[in-house]
């Protein structure tokens, strides 16, 4: 092969190389033209730069900011100085920042600067911890800096703030189904969620990092995707929001130091999301909160140092908590309150400042195989007219004048075959009423403590428990009939 010959291929092989690549600004001066003069199958390739329009992308159509993924200050480099700039707020102009096309592919970009973003409304709704905020804004589309409506795509890599809306928005749209991939996004300070899906998306919504939103950092409206492995953290609502028939599974996240719960769940019976393996932590209130009548599967989460209960639920809630480790939380670790009817089953709550499970405020529940252990006051504490079935759970405290298991005036519990260990005034205190079948209570240290104390306004029935190293089986000033306890 001579020269001319081999010069000629190597041509001809550069111009396949560079076959549907379409170059901004070189061969065209804005992002809007390029993506207007692409083909499927075709690459936009932006250089670094402040692009100032709104995007209508294409059906299979890549836009792409030129560089490699080297790391930036906060997301990627080749995103951080790529900039689609919307222009504010435009009166007559809905357009989002960047509106997505069936099989489009949305790569490195900041998206910022979409709608109005209003820095002393957000820092109000911050210190009143969103206390006075609309509810009828939460789950609207409204104007997004990225908008995906009707259409599966792929967003990634992107950065977008400042935006008056939600930061990354999807939806389905008449009849049209939306299961988008988006990943590796960073989402702050927009006046709606950092990633909102609603009216029936799916799709998947993975390792994306959402902070100082005023919603949920990732939020669910009558939506259910996969959010797997994403951060969120400092938004104004929680860190996820989960309500109005949303099913979406959500799996080790990092929610963490939001205003509200790290994940929140709410809005009707039909909110059934599986709930499971995420760390909850450091919230303002609990690391993981059940609200509304929701139905949720809860498992397998690790909920610690949050400033209410570990996992709260209440309001009708019903969820089925399995296998969670509520931690040094400031409440309980786990609570059921205020009509929520629960079933928990293999939770550990363990070092929590009040109760390691509280069932309260005419609640029930039914506790399964849990174990409490080292809790300030109360291992399992049941009081404001509430019921509580108790099986086979391991309650133990050491030290601490409290019982280990209080069933206050105006409540009920059936306890069977739990092991009661540790200090205090008594195993059981009974202000209500109370059946204990087969229980195991121990002190520690021993003989200083009683069985089980029914105060004057307490009923107990008990048979076939075993009382070992305490003081009295059973001090007594209400009713009590026993069918066959023994002392050891």
């Known amino acids: 092969m001579n020269r001319t010959t081999f010069v000629?291929?190597?041509?001809?092989?550069?111009?396949?190389?560079?076959?549907?690549?379409?170059?901004?600004?070189?061969?065209?001066?804005?992002?809007?033209?390029?993506?207007?003069?692409?083909?499927?199958?075709?690459?936009?390739?932006v250089s670094p730069g402040t692009y100032k329009e709104r995007i209508v992308m294409k059906s299979q159509v890549t836009l792409r900011s030129s560089g490699v993924d080297e790391k930036g200050k906060l997301g990627i480099k080749r995103a951080e100085v790529t900039i689609i700039d919307g222009g504010g707020s435009m009166p007559g102009n809905e357009r989002a920042g960047v509106t997505m096309a069936e099989g489009s592919v949305l790569d490195g970009f900041t998206v910022t600067n979409v709608g109005k973003y209003n820095d002393a409304i957000w820092q109000k709704d911050w210190d009143e911890q969103g206390a006075n905020q609309s509810h009828e804004d939460i789950g609207l589309f409204g104007t997004p800096g990225i908008a995906v409506s009707g259409v599966s795509c792929s967003i990634r890599n992107c950065i977008v703030h400042h935006v008056g809306g939600t930061g990354i928005a999807m939806r389905s749209?008449?009849?049209?189904?939306?299961?988008?991939?988006?990943?590796?996004?960073?989402?702050?300070?927009?006046?709606?969620?950092?990633?909102?899906?609603?009216?029936?998306?799916?799709?998947?919504?993975?390792?994306?990092?959402c902070f100082e939103n005023w919603y949920a950092g990732i939020g669910h409206d009558n939506a259910s995707p996969m959010v797997i492995r994403n951060e969120c953290y400092n938004n104004i609502r929680a860190g996820i929001g989960i309500s109005e028939g949303s099913c979406p599974l959500v799996r080790d996240n990092r929610c963490y130091k939001n205003r509200k719960a790290g994940i929140g769940i709410r809005t009707g019976s039909a909110t059934q999301p599986v709930v499971e393996n995420n760390e909850c932590f450091e919230n303002e209130m609990a690391g993981i909160g059940v609200d509304e009548e929701a139905e949720p599967i809860i498992r397998n989460n690790h909920c610690h140092h949050n400033k209410l209960a570990g996992i709260g639920s209440r309001s009708g809630a019903k969820p089925v908590l399995l296998g969670n480790k509520c931690e040094e939380n400031k409440a309980s670790g786990i609570g059921v309150s205020n009509g929520a009817d629960a079933i928990l089953i293999g939770n550990k709550c363990e070092r929590n400042l009040t109760s390691g499970i509280g069932v309260s405020n005419g609640a029930d529940?039914?506790?399964?195989?849990?174990?409490?252990?080292?809790?300030?006051?109360?291992?399992?504490?049941?009081?404001?007219?509430?019921?509580?079935?108790?099986?086979?759970?391991?309650?133990?405290?050491?030290?601490?004048?409290?019982?280990?298991?209080?069933?206050?005036?105006?409540?009920?519990?059936?306890?069977?075959?739990?092991?009661?260990?540790?200090?205090?005034?008594?195993g059981v205190m009974i202000f209500g009423s109370a059946t204990l079948i087969e229980n195991t209570i121990e002190g520690k240290p021993a003989g200083k403590s009683s069985g089980i104390f029914i105060q004057k306004t307490g009923r107990a029935t008990t048979f076939g428990n075993v009382f070992e190293d305490i003081g009295n089986i059973v001090r007594n000033a209400g009713e009590w009939n026993d069918l066959d306890s023994k002392k050891k």
């Open 173 to 209: 749209d008449d009849g049209k189904s939306c299961h988008p991939l988006v990943s590796k996004n960073i989402c702050y300070r927009n006046m709606g969620g950092g990633i909102g899906s609603m009216n029936g998306a799916g799709g998947i919504i993975d390792s994306n990092v």
């Open 8 to 45: 000629s291929l190597l041509s001809c092989f550069s111009v396949l190389l560079n076959a549907g690549e379409i170059l901004v600004p070189a061969g065209f001066e804005t992002i809007q033209a390029a993506v207007d003069a692409a083909q499927p199958g075709e690459v936009v390739l």
């Open 365 to 426: 529940a039914i506790l399964i195989g849990n174990k409490c252990v080292e809790n300030k006051l109360v291992a399992i504490g049941i009081p404001g007219k509430s019921h509580a079935i108790l099986i086979r759970n391991e309650l133990i405290r050491t030290e601490g004048m409290p019982p280990i298991v209080a069933v206050l005036e105006g409540s009920s519990s059936t306890l069977i075959e739990n092991k009661i260990t540790g200090g205090g005034i008594s």
